[in-house]
Structure formats: structure tokens, C-alpha cells
């Protein structure tokens, strides 16, 4: 594996949106790489900046409460366009909860609509109850079922042509009703689970990290690692989740 190779993460607003440690995702991808001897730099996008997603090889947004997304939504809706672009480049995205909600067409809140970027053919409405509780998803990005946290009162639906990241085993997903989880949009995650998510899903990291080498240097592969306790983490919560 040749050294030296760079992966350029960019942060959206964390300080607004790093529910249930979502930052720590971010840890996760810097220690990933550099335990492969490669490197990873994270620059942080607060109130204000410019959102310079052309230089970025993987871009993060967590959850946030709705207070929360509305302000961010209304500073990333002027940039729109930069995101737009990098999304269709075939840039690397992972978005969380609120994050992912964001990524839709609009927020819709009873008679309040928050317009969201449009990145991906989604929308979310709310509804009641809050979907809280621990989820375990089968995907096709992680070759263990994913596990983590989820805690929403929006409902997600994908447009015909938008997977969804993956199928609920234990939880709610998207809506609690339609069996699906998050979205999987060319290069682009959006989930509901919380966790952070990546510490304990070591699989849908390396996805990530795979398609964002794979863009910026024609190659995608990646050293495994020794990930024992990432994957006793994981089989502790699939175990107390679905006895299996
Ligand atoms: N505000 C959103 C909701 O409640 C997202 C919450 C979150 O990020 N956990 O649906």
C-alpha cells in the first residue's frame, strides 16, 4: 500500500450538530487511516465559512435537534450549489440523522417547512411518537449488520430511484413502517443511527474511506485491520438486539 496518500475530510458545523457523539466519527476515520499509514486532514466548517467542498475527498454532517438544522439548513442552502457539485462528482458524503434529513427536498414540521438542500430525492415529515431506541440494520456497504442508536421524530421517503442504506432488523429506520434505513445515493450515506455510528460499524468506515481513495487516486484498496474489538462491539449489540 503506498503511503503518503491523503484523505481531505471536511466537518460541517460541529458545533451544531454532533448529537450522541456523532464527532467521533470523525476520530474513526482519522485513526482508520492512519493506522494504514496514510493520512487524513480535517478541516472544520463553522457559521460564516465558505463550505470549500471541491477540495474535499469525504464530507460529515451529524444530527441535530430541529433548532439546530434550521440554522444550519438556512447557511448551507446559499451554498447549495458547491455540495450539489461534489455530490454529482461523486463525492463522499455521510450524513446523520438531522444531517441526512438535510439532505432532502424539505423538513416538514405541521405547518412549517424547512427547505433542505435537495442532494438526494428524499423528504421528511414528523410524526409522534419519537422513534427511539436501538437499531440494527442489514446493508450492503458493511459485512455486519449495522448497530447503533436512533432518536427522530421526522419520517423519511426515498424517491423511487434512491436505495435505501439498508434493511431494519431490530429498530425503526427511515419511518418504522417501510422496513428501510437511511439512504445509499451514488457515493452519498444518510442515516438514522447515531451512535456515533462508525466505531462500532468498522465496515461502512472502510466503505467511506474505500470510495473516497478510490475518487481521488483510482484505487479504493485498503489494508484490513485488526478490528477485534471493533467487531465484539458489534456482535455484543446484534446479540442483545436479535439473539443471534
Ligand atoms: N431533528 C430531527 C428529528 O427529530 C433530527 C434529530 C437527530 O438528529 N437525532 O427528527
Not at 122 to 137: A, Q
Not at 148 to 161: F, Q, V
Not at 217 to 224: D, H, I, K, V
Request: glycine share 14%.
Amino acid at each position: 500500500m503506498a503511503s503518503g496518500r491523503l484523505v481531505r475530510v471536511l466537518h460541517l458545523y460541529p458545533e451544531l450538530l454532533n448529537l450522541y457523539g456523532d464527532s467521533g466519527n470523525i476520530l474513526v476515520l482519522r485513526r482508520r487511516l492512519e493506522w494504514r499509514g496514510l493520512c487524513c486532514e480535517v478541516s472544520e466548517v463553522h457559521m460564516g465559512d465558505r463550505v470549500r467542498a471541491a477540495d474535499a475527498d469525504l464530507v460529515f454532517i451529524g444530527g441535530g435537534s430541529d433548532r439546530e438544522q434550521r440554522i444550519v439548513c438556512e447557511e448551507l442552502l446559499a451554498q447549495r450549489q458547491e455540495l450539489a457539485s461534489f455530490v454529482g462528482d461523486g463525492g463522499v458524503l455521510l450524513a446523520v440523522c438531522g444531517g441526512y434529513q438535510l439532505l432532502g427536498h424539505s423538513y416538514i414540521m405541521g405547518n412549517e417547512e424547512v427547505r433542505g438542500l435537495s442532494l438526494v430525492d428524499l423528504y421528511t415529515d414528523r410524526g409522534s411518537p419519537r422513534l427511539i431506541g436501538n437499531v440494527v440494520v442489514e446493508s450492503c456497504v458493511s459485512p455486519q449488520p449495522i448497530v447503533g442508536y436512533e432518536n427522530h421524530g421526522g419520517r423519511t421517503h426515498l424517491g423511487a430511484d434512491v436505495e435505501p442504506l439498508g434493511r431494519v432488523l431490530s429498530g425503526y429506520g427511515n419511518d418504522g413502517k417501510s422496513g428501510q434505513e437511511g439512504c445509499l445515493y451514488r457515493n452519498v450515506i444518510g442515516t438514522y443511527v447515531h451512535g456515533p455510528l462508525l466505531p462500532k460499524n468498522p465496515g461502512v468506515a472502510d466503505w467511506l474511506l474505500a470510495r473516497a481513495l478510490e475518487r481521488r487516486y483510482g484505487s479504493g484498496e485498503l489494508e484490513p485491520l485488526d478490528d477485534f474489538e471493533e467487531l465484539a462491539a458489534n456482535e455484543t449489540m446484534r446479540v442483545r438486539l436479535l439473539g443471534v
